[in-house]
């Protein structure tokens, strides 16, 4: 009988340990992996809280890196050690349950609440959904929702979730509150480069001179048309444009032209011969 006790016994204590071992394990090393928050991870060592929440089984960190955690890392010891216990949640929450959230809000137990100091819900958080964002925030009555929720960065479903958020949460009465950042400016459009501006099409030739074959104030000329040929049959249309109508004018020009000299000439020559035929035949 006293073999079989002690043999319980054991195995309990073997159960035990191996269950607290796993459980420090899974929350230290997941912090390990990921240098961003590496800041956070020296803070709960300097705070003691490692081994407290390395007690706890089932828990999801709200984790800050370690760009958004210096607005708070230069506080006194006792109120970043009550701030930081505000981002360990007693439950397990990873992005899709986050967004599986049909409430607009819901209520978060964090590590501080079961210390018993809380006061007027500051040891709960709030979690609400706006424009299709996620915002934690502390649960105190009038306190900003202003921490967004990022992405999840590591999860043990049931047993440990690590979720990134935007900035630190200081509930009222554990400290002054953190200032959101401010929005960055939306930048203007860039304005196009002298490349850019060279590279615009200019307007072709055929597109200057029928501006100045206009006359001013009026609408360019239109081409005559075409008289029908001796057949009957009507001539092809012209092409329109300015260029048909230069033409047509240097040819018509061409038309109205008088006789040369030399055409002169050969008229007058032939004219000679057929008077010297004429009176050849009539002294015969």
Known sequence: MCLKASSSLLSLAILLGVSSIVSAVNITRALDKYPEFSTMTELFAKTKLTPIINKRQTITLLALSNDAIGSISGRPEDELKNILMNHVVLDFYDGLKLKAIKDKSTMLTTLYQSTGLGQQQNGFLKCSKTNGKIYFGSAVK?????????????????????????MPIVAPGLGDPVEVPPTPPMSSPPAPSPKEAADAPAPGPAEEEGYADSPPGGAPETAPASAPSEDGSPAPAPAPGPENSRKKKVAAADEAEPPTSASNTGLSFGAILVLSFVASFAGF
Not at 145 to 162: G, K, M
């Open 142 to 166: 009038g306190a900003p929702q202003t921490a967004e929720y990022i992405t999840t960065v590591f999860r043990n479903p049931f047993n440990l979730s690590v979720v990134q958020i935007s």
